[in-house]
């Protein structure tokens, strides 16, 4: 049987150390746009926050060049602002109950906000449909390397990510 991460994620990339997994966030940052959700899945450990946080830097960098961007594993969520842009930073891991989804206003980010969601499972069938997935995995023997797979949500990523500009 086809493993279900391998038949979502076609297309992957290796990053060899902590600072290419940045670069890659700092890619999807140029093209990120409100209504833009990233879903960041993969085990613990694997470079979720790493690169959820490399890519509020670069969003924030004309704001508010070097700010912190905590963990949100306790608030489940925190969020950001980019000029108008509203950013958000969810992790799930601890969520109780779906209803807090409600209570925190989950929908509505997804709509207007952009949205980076660590341990999306959580979300069940809230994950919206046009998510740009990205599944991180430790690589056998090589403490530093991760792959990284990637579902473009929508065609202008797509583009970026096969025309390389996110590599850069
Ligand atoms: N190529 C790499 N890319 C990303 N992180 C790496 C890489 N190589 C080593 N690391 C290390 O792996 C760890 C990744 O931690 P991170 O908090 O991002 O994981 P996570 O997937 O968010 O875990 P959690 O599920 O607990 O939230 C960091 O300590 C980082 O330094
Ligand atoms: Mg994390």
Redo the contacts with the bound molecule.
């Keep these: 049987m086809r493993d279900p991460v391998e038949s979502v994620y076609s297309h992957g990339i290796t ?4 600072v ?2 940045e670069l890659l966030a700092k890619g999807f940052a140029g093209c990120a746009e409100p209504g833009d959700v990233f879903l960041l899945s ?1 085990l ?7 690169f959820a946080r490399a890519l509020i830097q670069k969003l924030l960098e004309p704001f508010d060049p070097g700010a912190e961007i905590p963990s949100p ?1 306790y608030t489940i969520v925190q969020t950001y602002h980019a000029g108008q842009v509203r950013i958000w930073h969810a ?1 799930l ?1 601890r969520l109780k109950d779906t209803s807090e989804l409600n209570e925190l206003g989950f929908d509505e980010a997804f709509e207007a906000d952009i949205c980076l969601i ?1 341990w999306p499972e959580l979300l069940g069938t809230r994950a919206p449909a046009c998510a740009t997935r990205i599944h ?1 995995q430790h690589i056998n023997d090589k ?4 792959l990284v797979k990637i579902d473009p949500g929508r065609e202008e990523i797509r583009t970026a990510f096969f025309g390389g500009a996110l590599l850069q």
Excluded at 143 to 146: Q, T, V
């Design positions: 990053c060899s150390t902590q290419d997994t993969g613990i450990g694997t470079g979720k926050s790493v594993t992790d891991y660590e991180f403490p530093e390397s991760r």
